[in-house]
Structures are given as structure tokens and as C-alpha cells.
């Protein structure tokens, strides 16, 4: 090299758009060109051995000394991304990069590399890399992979954001493709990115993977070269919105069911009903009469049980019943759900067997809508069994709870639908008979009101034809003083020495029901208007008065306020007996101080039950009373 090459090279280093640098075998600096000096203030001097490493930022300086020893180890280029500190305090960004020198011998004689500024570039990067983490949505940036005939067979992950893995639930994926990720992964995602790859069309799509379980909503489109084949996709998980939409689906699926169902199933009865009455009619024998009679009352308490069903079920999605529960044998409740489906097993030709324990089980619970559950699962029982078999109710003690089974021999249960059966409006291979058609409704109610008393229902079936068989689990109560004795009713007069008032201006309605009341023992009162109620109530107080609420003059709900405000008044019994059945109609009875609302026609299962409830009460009050001293 001439005397003058030396300067001729700095000259050229010092007027180069990059700052240039040379280091000897040991990694000490011993050239840096005017640029850096400018740059950062260092002088040549400062500069020079390892003092350049002085005006990196202190967080780059570890990474880049140990990059720099790697260096230096293997003999290898290298470049190192940092920051340095200018003359005014701030710091930009600089790119770093060097080649290994050798000597004319072939020995290693250090480093030769420039600097260039970065800094604008890396702080757009910066900006990118910040908006690309904080999007809500999953980015990721995806290489299509096509096979020899240009049709697409994978793509791999180039990059993502935070987000990614949080809509996905794929960790750590780039670098791998989408069948190493997800191995049966559906092939419309590699057609889909495919298509966008080579043609450039953006695409917005919805699309479900059974691989993922989930579903996105997508939005893909090309970037970069084409030859590149590169995509980015920029989506959400809809899973929850989606399965929100199929559940609405299938609800509208279920109510224009329901409807159709119902429709049916008033029809039902209302054909034998249209049809007895012609037949009495035209026909006076009284053999016929009686035959007609029956079907008309099986008819008509199926309607009143469909009502009744539908009534209670929009009670119970509102939060609107209350139960009144008192401490009662499970015995009882049982033996009175037996009664009450026994003429709906004798018209199927079916056999119930009740197996009780000698000791009773006594429940806190309330007897009316206990009743409801057992009505409903021996219903339910004998709807869906063929006739002459036989339906079976146990009960018995078990860990504090009294478990009580409902099995039949009927059609069975498949296993998948052993929990849905319990959602309201689901009917379960309805098809398979048009006699099970049902409204979906019963079980629901059965689960309400058997959670509603603390306990459980779950249902057992070996499969289509096997049976099945419905087991309640209600808590055990100790009894609060009350003895079997006291509560076992008359078998011919259950209602012996109970006095009942009856008023209704719809005489046929008042002297049946006087009838009824009558043939069971009760001393009754009948009247058809409210101020007769009124006069008659006050004259011989009865222990249960039942009222309807539309008569004219004085309703039934001023009866109820007055007579609540009379001596001796507080303690009787009033139910309501009307036409009208809505939350608001019940809010009315019980602000006007009705014990009970019943709808007509009124339910007689229920309404003996509730009289039984009051016999028992005045059997107990006469049986602690003091004895008379004359």
C-alpha cells in the first residue's frame, strides 16, 4: 500500500452514506469513520478498542457484546440491531453488519462492517408491531404451500399476533404449518387461502372447523408479491355467537313443534267430546248415558290438565309460585297421585303396583304441588307403556332423603336423551306413535317443583323398549308433633264435620259442587251471590269457603277483604274459583286474602287434597282442645 492509500481510504470512509468500522483479530476497534464521531460526540480517541460500545443504549449492550464474542468465536458475519445515544441525548436505532478479514496468510485479522440508521424504519416497525399486538381480532400472516399440479395442500405460519391463540387455541405456531398444527384440519381453509393466493380477490367468509370446534368469521387477503403466496387473515371466534343462533334455531324449531302439538292435542278430546254429546242427544238410554258421561269426563279433565300444565309452566319460568309446605307423609301424597290416574290406567288396561314402607316418610313439603310431580310421572308412565303391563311406585328411606321410583314397561328411553327430557317443550321419539304425543311440558314441571322442595329427579332406561324408570329424591323431615293418627282421613267421610261454603252465580256450578262436598261428608252451604256469601259466612262461619270470583253485586274478592276483617274471619280457608288464570288474577286473590286460586274447571284431585289439608287441621285443633267441665 503507497504512503497515500491510507488517506485516500479514510477520505473514502469519511464520505460514505454508511459509517464504517474495522477491528483487529481481537475485536479491538482500531478504525471508525467520521460519521460515528459526528453521530454520537465520541472522539477517534474515545471511539477506538471497545469505547464505541460505550455509546450503546445499557439495555442493547449485553446482547450486543455477547453477539459480538460469538463473533469472534466462530469466525462468522454477524449483524446486531441497537440503539445509540446521540449528540442530543436521544437515541435512534443503527444496523450493525460485518464480515470476518483475513490476512495474506489465510489467518483471521478481525472485522471489517458498516453502521447504517434504521431508526425510522424500526420505529414504523415499532408502530406496526404495536397496533398488530393490541387488535382484538386473531392476525397471523400465512405461505401457501402448493404441490406439483398448483393446488393448495398447506400453508405455514409466517407470523401472529397475541391474540391469535386466544381465538384459535393453537400455541407457539409459527414456523409450522396447518396440518402439523391441526392433522385433520377440512380441506375448504386450503381451497379458500389457496384461491385468495393466486388470484388477489379478498374474501369474507363465515366458516366452522369440526378439527377446531369453533367457528370464525373470516376476512383473507393477498399481500406482498404474488409470487410470495402470501395471505393474511384477520378473524374472530363466532363459536358462541354461532351456537347462540343454532339454540335460537332449535327453539323456533321446538315452539312451531309445541303449537302444532297443541293443536293436537286439543283436538284430541274435544272429537269425543263433540261426539258424546251428539250420542246423548239423539240416544236417552241411560246404559248409553252413562258410557258417554265417562268419556266426557276423561275428556274434560284432560283439557283441564293441558290448561293446567300450561298455566304452571309460565308460572314457573317467572319465579311465580310459592309453595305452602307443611310436614306430610310421603304416603299420602302417593296414595292420592294413585287415585287421581287410577281411571286413566283402567282405560289403558294398566296395573299399579305402590310398595310403601311400614314405617311413613315424613316431608316438609307442600301436598298440592307434590301431588303434581307423582300425577305427572304415573301420567307420564302410563301414556308411553302399552297396555296390560304394569307400572311400579316404591318408596323408601335412603341416606336422610326418601327416594321414590315411578318404572313402567313402556317404549324407553335412548341414553342421549336421559337430561333432555327434562327441558321444557322436548319431546323425545315422539314419532314413533301419534298416542305419545304430549305438549313437553310435564317433565319440565316435574324437575321445577322437585328442585323447588330441595330434591332431585333423574331418569334410568336401558334403551328403545326397555322401560323406564323416574327416581325422586326429596329430603326426610322429622314430624313437628303430628301423628299418623291424626292425619289418616275417613275412607267414607273424608270430610266428616268440615262446614264449607260454596257461592257461585252459576247455579249449576254451585249445587254440583255441593253435591260433591256433601256425598264426602262436609256440612255445605250453598248461595249464589256475594252478599249471601257474606251473610251466610258470618252466620256459621265455615272452615272453608269457596268463592267465585265474577258474581254480581259483591265479587268474590270484596267477599274475601270483608270477611277477613270479621271476628273469626282470619282463620278460614277462601279459595278462589275462576275463569281467570294470569299471574296478575293470582296477584288479585292473594292481596284480597285467598288462600288459594283455582281455575275452572277446578282441578278435584286438587281441591280434595286442599279440603283434606283443612280436615286434618280441624281434626288436630278438636283432638288438643281442653276437655269441657260442667
Known amino acids: 500500500m503507497s504512503p497515500n ?15 464504517l468500522w474495522v477491528t483487529d483479530a481481537d475485536g479491538h476497534c482500531t478504525f471508525m469513520s467520521r460519521g460515528w464521531h459526528e453521530m454520537t460526540g465520541q472522539s477517534e480517541a474515545e471511539s ?3 469505547g464505541w460500545l460505550d455509546a450503546l443504549h445499557p439495555d442493547d449492550l449485553p446482547i450486543a457484546r455477547t453477539r459480538l464474542a460469538r463473533a469472534q468465536r466462530l469466525v462468522k458475519p454477524f449483524t446486531i440491531d441497537y440503539r445509540v445515544r446521540c449528540r442530543d441525548g436521544r437515541y435512534r436505532w443503527m444496523l450493525d453488519a460485518a464480515n470476518p478479514r483475513h490476512a495474506a ?24 408491531r404495536a397496533l398488530f399486538d393490541s387488535i382484538e381480532e386473531g392476525f397471523c400472516i400465512v405461505q401457501m404451500l402448493f404441490d406439483d399440479r398448483t393446488q393448495p395442500r398447506d400453508y405455514r405460519f409466517l407470523e401472529v399476533n397475541p391474540a391469535f391463540s386466544r381465538h384459535t387455541g393453537l400455541v407457539d405456531p409459527v414456523g409450522h404449518t396447518a396440518r402439523e398444527m391441526l392433522p ?20 369474507r367468509f ?69 261426539t258424546s254429546l251428539y250420542v246423548l242427544k239423539l240416544n236417552q238410554d241411560p246404559e248409553t248415558g252413562a258410557r ?26 317467572r319465579g311465580r309460585i310459592e309453595l305452602r309446605a307443611v310436614d306430610i307423609p310421603l304416603g299420602s301424597v302417593l296414595r292420592n297421585a294413585a287415585e287421581s290416574v287410577q281411571p286413566t290406567l283402567d282405560q289403558n288396561r294398566q296395573t299399579l303396583q305402590v310398595d310403601l314402607p311400614a314405617d311413613p316418610l315424613w316431608l316438609r313439603a307442600d301436598p298440592v304441588r307434590l301431588g303434581q310431580v307423582f300425577v305427572n310421572l304415573l301420567n307420564n308412565a302410563a301414556r308411553y307403556s302399552r297396555e296390560d303391563t304394569t307400572i311400579r311406585v316404591t318408596a323408601k328411606a335412603e341416606g336422610g332423603e326418601a327416594v321414590v321410583s315411578v318404572c313402567d314397561e313402556g317404549m324407553g328411553i335412548a341414553r342421549e336423551h336421559l337430561q333432555s327430557i327434562f327441558d321444557l317443550f322436548t319431546q323425545v321419539d315422539r314419532q314413533r306413535s301419534a298416542d305419545t304425543r304430549g305438549l313437553g311440558i310435564g317433565l319440565a314441571l316435574v324437575r321445577s317443583l322437585v328442585q323447588m322442595h330441595g330434591g332431585n329427579v333423574s331418569a334410568r332406561s336401558d334403551g328403545a323398549g326397555q322401560g323406564a324408570e ?29 262446614r264449607v261454603l260454596v257461592a257461585d252465580d252459576n247455579r249449576d256450578a254451585a249445587e254440583s259442587m255441593g253435591e260433591w262436598l256433601s256425598a264426602f261428608g262436609a256440612e255445605t252451604i250453598v248461595v249464589h251471590d256475594g252478599h249471601a256469601a257474606l251473610t251466610m259466612a258470618q252466620m256459621h262461619m265455615p272452615h272453608v269457603a269457596l268463592l267465585d270470583l265474577g258474581m254480581p253485586e259483591l265479587s268474590g274478592l270484596e267477599v274475601a277483604q270483608r270477611l277477613r276483617a270479621v271476628p273469626g274471619g282470619a282463620g278460614m280457608r277462601l279459595i278462589a274459583i275462576t275463569g281467570w288464570g294470569q299471574a296478575r288474577d293470582r296477584a288479585g286473590t292473594e292481596a284480597a286474602g285467598f288462600d288459594h286460586h283455582m281455575t275452572k274447571p277446578p282441578d278435584i284431585a286438587l281441591l280434595r287434597s286442599l279440603l283434606q289439608d283443612a280436615h286434618r287441621a280441624l281434626v288436630g285443633q278438636a283432638a288438643g282442645a281442653d276437655p269441657v267441665i260442667g
Open 48 to 50: 477506538l478498542g471497545f
Open 292 to 317: 258417554m258421561l265417562d268419556i266426557l269426563m276423561r275428556q274434560v279433565d284432560q283439557l283441564t290438565h293441558l290448561v293446567d300444565d300450561l298455566t304452571e309452566v309460565s308460572r314457573i319460568t
Open 470 to 498: 323416574f327416581v325422586v329424591r326429596l329430603p326426610l323431615q322429622t314430624p313437628g308433633g303430628e301423628t299418623p293418627s291424626r292425619v289418616e282421613d275417613s275412607a267414607a267421610k273424608p270430610f266428616g264435620g268440615l
Open 5 to 19: 492509500e491510507p488517506l485516500e481510504f479514510r477520505r473514502l470512509a469519511d464520505t460514505a452514506p454508511a459509517i
Open 206 to 274: 363465515e366458516a366452522g372447523s369440526d378439527a377446531m370446534d369453533r367457528w370464525f368469521e373470516v376476512y383473507a387477503f393477498r399481500i406482498g408479491d404474488p409470487a410470495e403466496r402470501l395471505v393474511a387473515l384477520l378473524f374472530t371466534d363466532i363459536t358462541a355467537r354461532r351456537r347462540q343462533q343454532q339454540a335460537l334455531r332449535e327453539a323456533d324449531q321446538r315452539k312451531d313443534e309445541f303449537l302444532a302439538t297443541l293443536a293436537h292435542e286439543l283436538r284430541n278430546p274435544l272429537a269425543p267430546i263433540r
Open 184 to 203: 385433520d384440519l377440512e380441506p375448504h381453509w386450503f381451497e379458500i387461502y389457496g384461491r385468495i393466493a393466486v388470484t388477489g380477490e379478498p374474501e
Open 105 to 128: 496468510d489465510g489467518s483471521f485479522a478481525g472485522f471489517a462492517g458498516s453502521v447504517i440508521d434504521i431508526d425510522d424504519r424500526r420505529r414504523s416497525e415499532d408502530k406496526y
